[in-house]
């Protein structure tokens, strides 16, 4: 138990559908992060969150739509994805979003697009 | 865009033998991160390094941050089957300072033969 639970585990969806990846941390951290994990490639940010306002946008498509109603919530709209799409989505927390601090990650939500 | 280059890809070893893995970059890092990934699971941290030079320790495990800020390797020692994974490093640029920006390296697949 990492503090950092991630819904639902696995999804499988089509190319039309709309579904939501949900993430809660319980560690009382204000930096709430989206990565995404394609095999043979490093981890690749995707958006950052502090204190509910996002601060960084690494160049994600806009099929890709982050939300952060609160310090501990996070979730990620997923809209007319691709089969590229396929792969580990991860959501990590930190105490804050500065360098010198650490990450906690999630279990993950494996996503296949059919 | 700045990379971390992690070596070995893989190994495979011996129960009871030591590891190393490393990584290496050609700009300066402010943190660097070790992380370890089992199957179908969320990275967990292992240790965090936060100067330059600094060497922890973690149980069996050794890291340290290179003197120049450009490396950083991780030893593990007398490996046990458990220790199978995939091990990351990670590190903040400098340019991270408001974001908490982690760079991941391709990640090291140990396997150990009991």
């Known amino acids: 138990e990492t503090g950092v639970t991630q819904t639902p585990r696995h999804l499988v969806m089509g190319m039309t559908n709309k579904k939501s990846l949900k993430c809660e941390q319980h560690?009382?951290?204000?930096?709430m992060y989206w990565y995404k994990q394609s095999a043979k490639k490093p981890l690749e940010l995707m958006f950052v969150?502090?204190?509910?306002?996002?601060?960084e946008n690494n160049s994600v498509p806009s099929r890709f739509s982050p939300e952060c109603p609160n310090s501990s919530h996070l979730f990620l709209h997923l809209h007319t994805l691709q089969p590229e799409d396929s792969a580990l989505y991860l959501c990590a927390s930190s105490q804050e979003h500065t360098a010198n601090t650490e990450a906690f990650f999630g279990q993950g939500t494996r996503l296949t697009v059919v | 865009g700045q990379q971390l280059n992690q070596s070995p890809q893989s190994m495979f070893i011996q129960e009871g033998e030591d590891v190393s893995m490393n990584c290496t970059s050609s700009s300066i890092f402010n943190t660097w991160l070790w992380y370890k990934q089992d199957p179908g699971e969320g990275p967990v941290l292992l240790i965090a390094l936060y100067k330059a030079g600094e060497l922890t320790s973690n149980g069996r495990l050794t890291a340290q941050f290179g003197i120049t800020r450009k490396d950083s390797f991780l030893n593990i020692s007398a490996s046990i089957p458990s220790d199978v994974g995939i091990y990351f490093c990670a590190g903040h640029p400098p340019d991270s300072s408001n974001t908490g920006k982690l760079i991941f390296g391709q990640g090291t697949t140990l396997q150990v033969k009991p």
């Open positions: 969150y502090n204190f509910k306002e996002q601060t």
């Open positions: 560690l009382g951290h204000n930096a």
